[in-house]
């Protein structure tokens, strides 16, 4: 089974940036997800195994930066332009290749919190 280990979260003030890191046992598809309190886990964006295909969700479009290095099998998230409405626990996981359909269990997440 694949293991998925997210870092790189932090507190930062509205308009900063951080990047996040999702370090993979072997490459593979990785989608990013966020949760707050109360709501439901959501989509933020996703990566095939080649590096050639993303997803975004549209509020962050623009913003927002997937990227992987297929050497270290990682995955990462830079986000800029942060805004207090960013702040929520990260979590990566595999994807299918196509993007579309989420694959596995859910790692520990990451703290990201944005202050006004």
């Known amino acids: 089974q694949v293991q998925l280990v997210e870092s790189g979260g932090g507190s930062v003030q509205a308009g900063g940036s951080l990047r996040l890191s999702c370090e993979a046992s072997?490459?593979?598809?990785v989608g990013w997800y966020r949760q707050t309190a109360g709501k439901e886990r959501e989509f933020v964006s996703a990566?095939?195994?080649?590096?050639?295909?993303?997803r975004y969700v549209e509020s962050v479009k623009g913003r927002f930066t997937i990227s992987r290095d297929n050497v270290k099998n990682t995955v990462y998230l830079q986000m800029d332009k942060l805004k207090p409405e960013d702040t929520a626990v990260y979590y990566c996981s595999r994807m299918s290749s196509k993007l579309s359909i989420r694959l596995g269990s859910w790692g520990q997440g990451t703290q990201v919190t944005v202050s006004s």
């Open positions: 990566i095939n195994s080649h590096g050639g295909s993303t």
């Open positions: 072997e490459r593979t598809s």
